[in-house]
Each structure stands twice: as C-alpha cells, then as structure tokens.
C-alpha cells in the first residue's frame, strides 16, 4: 500500500512539474498584448525616439498578431513601464499605419 501511495505522489509530482513547464513556455511567449520578445525587440527600433525606423517586416508581422487595442491602451495604464523602454508612444501609435493595419478607434 505504501509502495502506491509513493508511485501515485510522483506521478502527480511528474505532472505538476511538466504543467509548470508549459505554463511557463506560454507566459515567456507572450509577453505583452500577444506578443512575444522576438516581435517586441522587432519593433523597437520604430519606437525609439532617438532614431525611430521605419518598422521592419517583422515588426509588421508580430503587430498583425497583437492585441492592438491592449497595446493602444498601455501607455495609459503603464506609463512608467513605457519609459523605462524608451518607448515613444506617439510612435508606438503611428505603427499600425506604417504597417497598413487598421488601428482600432480607441487608438
């Protein structure tokens, strides 16, 4: 009896330990309004106010994914997380224009 009860705690020592695994594999994907690093370092160029670029074809790919409406609000509910980026939020607002998506309206 004992030997089942110690065989069922690792199983479910197992499972919780690969549970853990994957939820933190989603949370790294998704960093920010559903995008993920890769889409954010992309962007970044575009939105530094230092030398702003044209944004790049990854950076219109990762913006095609996001949550625009979750990214037009973010400065407002995050301003000092934006300055710490060195986000320009007037520029961060031009993306979706210079990536031919329509914005949504409260954008």
Do not use: H, W
């Amino acid at each position: 009896m004992e030997k089942r009860m110690l065989a069922s705690a690792m199983v479910l020592l197992l499972v919780a330990v690969f549970m853990a695994d994957q939820l933190s594999r989603v949370a790294a994907q998704e960093i920010l309004c559903k995008m993920d690093q890769d889409g954010l370092v992309a962007c970044k160029p575009a939105v530094t106010k230092a030398n702003p670029v044209d944004p790049s074809a990854a950076c219109c790919a990762a913006l095609r994914k996001a949550d625009l409406s979750c990214l037009c609000s973010y400065p407002k509910t995050n301003p000092t997380v934006v300055k710490l980026m060195g986000i320009d939020p007037d520029l961060a607002k031009q993306l979706p224009a210079k990536c031919n998506i329509t914005p949504p309206a409260n954008c």
